[in-house]
């Protein structure tokens, strides 16, 4: 098992897309373990896009993610970095392929909707970054023996 965040951006919130997002990975069969709504201050979007604080494009993209409420959640489940990534699509919309929530819902490099970790460090510390130990309720959905093979 494996645990990633996701992030739905203000643009998914505001747009009423986040049962639509939230029902593809439920789908797909990926458990959410956590979920909160919030608005991001300055100083957690510095945080949270620390890789990209000194790219010229920063600032349009902190006045974007602090500019509305967000949904943050953690999920488990089999590669579930890897799943929820390719679920997601590029990072332009306008790139991203049909099929990927980008790439149907989004015509937009930085309205993209959800955010989602890019590789194990990067779920750690986003999940540290928005939840604590006690907010996480990890559990075995009874439906599991009709998700998968036992050996899988
Ligand atoms: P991803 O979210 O696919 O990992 P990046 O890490 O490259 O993408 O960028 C983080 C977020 O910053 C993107 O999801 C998007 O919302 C925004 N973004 C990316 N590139 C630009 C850009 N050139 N101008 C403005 N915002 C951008
Ligand atoms: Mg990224």
């Known amino acids: 098992m494996e645990r990633t965040f996701i992030l739905l951006k203000p643009d998914c919130v505001q747009r009423r897309l986040m049962g639509d997002v939230i029902g593809r990975m439920e789908s797909k069969g990926l458990n959410f373990i956590a979920m909160k ?9 510095k945080q ?21 409420p967000v949904m943050a959640a953690v999920l488990e489940g089999l590669d579930a970095i890897r799943v929820v990534r390719e679920m997601l699509g590029a990072t332009n919309g306008l790139q991203a392929s049909p099929g990927t929530i980008r790439g149907d819902y989004s015509s937009s490099r930085q309205m993209n909707l959800v955010h989602g970790s890019d590789g194990p460090e990067a779920a750690c510390r986003e999940i540290s970054l928005y939840f604590s130990d006690e907010e996480l309720c990890s559990y075995e959905p009874t439906i599991t023996p009709w998700m998968r093979a036992a050996d899988e």
Do not use: C, N, R, S
């Open 37 to 45: 709504m919030l608005q991001i201050t300055p100083d957690l979007a």
């Open 48 to 68: 949270h896009y620390a890789e990209h604080v000194e790219k010229g494009w920063y600032p349009t993209l902190e006045g974007f993610i602090t500019g509305g």
